[in-house]
């Protein structure tokens, strides 16, 4: 995949949403997705050449939202069928039809391998006529388009329930790192803040270690009367609800307690050593990272409750305080992901590159 | 509870197995279980009166074994069938019925809560006669028992696929430490010493962490190809199929790879600070932990999987190469937890204490 991108000179378009027959772009349309831990999301945008200057704000024709996709959690049969209907509502909203689609591009999480590419790619491909591309991705690439405007080019780090750091050099190759699950010891996500937190009072429970303000508050937050409780509670837990107690270690922080900032601090470490190890393995900063910081900027797009959840803590600065420094142009996006996809999709298409 | 144990003057009994008829105890049976986290055992031995001076070898008149009977894995329905069946089968290999059943203590993980507990009671009791005295308990204690033959004084560590520690004073007060599953950093059992494992493969793949022998090692014997498919491969594991990778980790270790000998050592550090701070809570040192030495020895019984493996690391030794030392009487049992269930029923039947 090479990193392409041309200087399209396109009208600036009204804001709102409108059909696919009234924008004035008798080109079709293109369908973003992007399918995360907890929910789907699919927006229609009228397509147009992709370049350096694009229409502000991205005209949305369409949007619809479906439940998780990832057929590692839900299995193929619930992953496809929400796909099918987060696809047509949003075609049904835009005013439009299979007919007018050129393209789509789907970031989802849990695409992870070729295989995993090529079977969602074929889900899609059997909903649309031939000629339709079909663009999948891990979500992650997705969400850095969503920063970077459809440009692949610096690092994303997604630090949500699950956390990922996924990054494209000038010529577009590829890095990732973290974004293994909560077993593989993504330890910055949501998932794993929480499973520290939880195991911190457990260790406080019976003897392991010191006790931690989190004990009161992660109980009263789930309405459990003891630590012992917390056993049962997490034989069978869904990601989105561990990750969902991360506020409560925040809080905890924020009031000074110790087990919980370390907690953080050693999340937020994780983190840095995410986007790093993608940073060096590109050579974002040129092949000698020690000298990092005379080099120019690249973007590193922060996407996810965790990263936005106004901690303490600060990834960049973290990064900065390590001696193998980087500079890095932090982006928070200002479109969501699903738009990310349209627009990655509008470059692919732009420059003719086959990544199908 | 208190920790009863009287002296009963037993005849030493024939080897082998043997009916309730046949053996010269007209005083029924009793049914000892261990339900652990892959497989439940119960067997059937006839009544005695519990003593210091116990029949050696203990005979068993009937042995049963089913699937997982932790109500947390496979539900309540086929957690109560399979409990059904195995004790059932018991009961006809020993050629005893449900008449004969004078008590059943059983063992079973993820019973961690008086509720949970009452539950297993409450099932228990609805297969047997009013009389029959029912005692349910976690399955660390049934361990304990069959090292220490039915006296609940000292303390347990198991590390199978699962770790827990557990202990009892002689005053009966008890005290447990980890044993709270996976994703509450049970960093000493089988599945967290594989989850390390594999994390450090990852970390290795992405350039977060060192190169690591691991990653040949365990992608053959899983047969994979790549790191990335271990990604797929975590999101179902059976705990079982997680810490079945741990003689993988051993190996390396014993090969010299640095990240595996680490792993190893962390995890032996974890199962120590199990077993301290459990005996640190009921003063079986003395109340001054620090002159642990001087005080005269007490019963630590080693069970499972992870601590029989043959591994270069001691938990023993481990302990008392720590600052505040305490010198256990290491015990590797000699009759397998169902049977240390069956004397502890015969502990609780002899001195007529009323646990249940």
Chains 1, 2 share one sequence.
Request: with cysteine.
């Amino acid at each position: 995949m090479r990193n392409p991108h041309s200087n399209g000179n396109l009208p600036k378009l009204e804001e709102g949403r409108e059909s696919a027959e009234e924008n004035g772009y008798g080109d079709g349309v293109i369908l973003g997705l992007d399918g995360g831990a907890t929910s789907t999301v699919c927006v229609c945008v009228p397509f147009f050449p992709y370049g350096d200057r694009l229409p502000e704000p991205i005209p949305i024709l369409g949007r619809a939202v479906a439940g998780c996709t990832n057929r590692n959690s839900v299995g193929e049969t619930a992953a496809r069928d929400s796909l099918e209907q987060v696809i047509s509502e949003a075609l049904v909203q835009s005013g439009s039809d299979k007919s007018h689609v050129r393209g789509v591009c789907l970031g989802v999480s849990g695409v992870n391998h070729p295989s995993d590419q090529e079977m969602v790619q074929n889900w899609i491909r059997d909903m649309f006529p031939s000629h339709v591309k079909v663009y999948v991705q891990n979500d992650a690439i997705v969400a850095l388009a969503s920063g970077t405007m459809g440009k692949l080019h610096g690092c994303v780090l997604i630090a949500g329930t699950g956390c990922i750091a996924y990054g494209f050099d000038e010529d577009g190759r590829e890095a990732r790192a973290s974004g293994a699950g909560p077993i593989l010891g993504d330890w910055g996500s949501g998932y794993g803040i929480s499973a520290q937190a939880l195991t911190a009072v457990i260790r406080a429970h019976d003897g392991r270690g010191p006790e931690t303000m989190l004990t009161s508050t992660i109980l009263k937050a789930l309405g459990l009367s003891s630590p012992d409780e917390l056993i049962g509670w997490t034989y069978h837990p869904s990601w989105a609800r561990m990750a969902a107690l991360v506020p409560q270690v925040v809080s905890c922080a924020e009031a000074g307690d110790e087990i919980s900032d370390k907690i953080l601090v050693d999340a937020a470490d994780d983190l840095a050593l995410s986007v790093k190890a993608v940073v060096q393995r590109l050579g974002l900063c040129g092949k000698d990272f020690s000298r990092c910081r005379w080099k120019s900027f690249f973007p590193v797009v922060m996407v996810g409750g965790v990263l936005n959840a106004n901690m303490k803590w600060d990834i960049e600065k973290k990064s900065q305080a390590s001696t193998d420094t980087f500079r890095a142009q932090t982006i928070i996006p200002k479109v969501e992901p699903a738009v990310g996809a349209a627009l990655l999709a509008m470059n692919f298409l732009t420059v003719k590159i086959d990544v199908s």
